[in-house]
Nanobody, 119 residues
Framework: QVQLVESGGGLVQPGGSLRLSCAVS????????TGWYRQAPGKQRECVAI???????NYGDSVKGRFTISRDNAKNTVYLEMNRLKSEDTAVYFC?????????????WGQGTQVTVSS
């Protein structure tokens, strides 16, 4: 059974920091691409950051320079370090892992963790 379990969300003041973690089990983690997405109320889900299995990273324009994605293949965990948080970063953050093997796409999601940026 594949599981992605996010943690680390919460309430933080503008300008503050949070670190999200996503513990992954049930897959061969190091062959999967991983990412963080977020969805704010009334908005579409958007990509925040991606860390590929080949160690490439990519960030959404709104978080570049503030957020950092990392992963630890030994712990099957992907992280999102969020600094200088803004009210517009308020959303549910989802962890994602995907790969394509023999023409089949395997795509898994966590249940999400709420991040609220407010004074």
């Amino acid at each position: 059974q594949v599981q992605l379990v996010e943690s680390g969300g919460g309430l933080v003041q503008p300008g503050g920091s949070l670190r999200l973690s996503c513990a992954v089990s049930g897959i061969i983690f190091n062959i999967y691409n991983t990412g963080w997405y977020r969805q704010a109320p009334g908005k579409q889900r958007e990509c925040v950051a991606i860390f590929t299995h080949s160690n490439s990273t990519n960030y959404g324009d709104s978080v570049k320079g503030r957020f950092t994605i990392s992963r630890d293949n030994a712990k099957n965990t992907v992280y999102l370090e969020m600094n200088r948080l803004k009210s517009e970063d308020t959303a549910v953050y989802f962890c994602n892992a995907w790969t394509q093997l023999l023409g089949r796409v395997n795509d898994y999601w966590g249940q999400g963790t709420q991040v609220t940026v407010s004074s």
